[in-house]
């Protein structure tokens, strides 16, 4: 499957961004969610969401200010960013999983979309 993701860019603290990413195939079949990657360190985990909307997840860092959805009549899943701060500035990777859930290491994550940067300026 091919993630086509976007909505990244240059926001200053304490602003919002909302990012989406739309897979080739039915995103009912997928869960899916967000990785991160800030220079000069690894790719972490940021949210999720998996075959039921019951199943969302999220990093202890972005949790209460960031919200994972999606909508299956557009096929697309969101990433709505509050409250950004500067340590939220990253490249930030779509991911999609044939599992229930989405694994929460990048090592077991089925696929992946290109990424896109967010920038958060103090």
């Known amino acids: 499957v091919q993630l086509q993701a976007s909505g990244g860019g240059l926001v200053q603290a304490g602003g919002s961004l909302r990012l989406s990413c739309t897979p080739s195939?039915?995103?009912?079949?997928?869960?899916m969610g967000w990785f991160r990657q800030a220079p000069g360190k690894e790719r972490s985990f940021v949210a999720s969401?998996?075959?039921?909307?019951?199943?969302?997840y999220y990093a202890d860092s972005v949790k209460d200010r960031f919200t994972i959805s999606k909508d299956i009549g557009q096929n697309t899943m969101y990433l709505q960013m509050y409250g950004l701060k500067p340590e939220d500035t990253a490249v930030y990777y779509c991911?999609?999983?044939?599992?229930?859930?989405?694994?929460?290491?990048?090592?077991?994550?089925?696929?992946w979309g290109q990424g896109t940067q967010v920038t958060v300026s103090s």
């Open positions: 969401i998996g075959w039921s909307d019951r199943m969302r």
């Open positions: 195939g039915h995103i009912s079949t997928y869960s």
């Open positions: 991911a999609a999983d044939r599992a229930v859930t989405l694994p929460p290491s990048d090592l077991e994550v089925d696929y």
